[in-house]
């Protein structure tokens, strides 16, 4: 009954994790969509923000023994790659 009911809490953890980690790609997308616009230093503030907090949440999982700190840094690789691809996008209009 505990192995389930950790293995349900990792679930749940991850499938937090992901959602999170999708409404920030979500972001990135907008703004790669409409590059057409001036960069907007609000919009990068947010998308740092929701950076900074997902590694919190991630790392804060990964403490309670949720989620692999690989696993963790995946997500977070993922995103820094969508990033990076952002700034390479608007630095070149």
Same mark, same amino acid.
């Given at each position: 009954?505990?192995?389930?009911?950790?293995?349900?809490?990792?679930?749940?953890?991850?499938?937090?994790?992901?959602?999170?980690?999708?409404?920030?790609?979500?972001?990135?997308?907008?703004?790669?969509?409409?590059?057409?616009?001036?960069?907007?230093?609000?919009? @990068?503030?947010?998308?740092? #923000?929701?950076?900074?907090? $997902?590694? +919190? !949440?991630?790392?804060?999982?990964?403490?309670?023994?949720?989620?692999? @700190?690989?696993?963790?840094? #995946?997500?977070?690789?993922? $995103?820094? +790659? !969508?990033?990076?691809?952002?700034?390479?996008?608007?630095?070149?209009?």
């Amino acid at each position: 009954m505990a192995s389930e009911m950790i293995i349900n809490h990792q679930e749940k953890a991850h499938a937090l994790l992901k959602a999170d980690a999708d409404k920030i790609l979500k972001l990135i997308k907008v703004q790669m969509d409409n590059l057409t616009m001036p960069q907007c230093p609000l919009y @990068e503030e947010v998308l740092d #923000t929701q950076m900074f907090g $997902l590694s +919190r !949440e991630i790392d804060f999982a990964v403490r309670l023994g949720l989620i692999e @700190e690989a696993e963790g840094k #995946t997500i977070l690789g993922e $995103l820094e +790659r !969508e990033l990076s691809a952002l700034h390479e996008a608007s630095t070149r209009k």
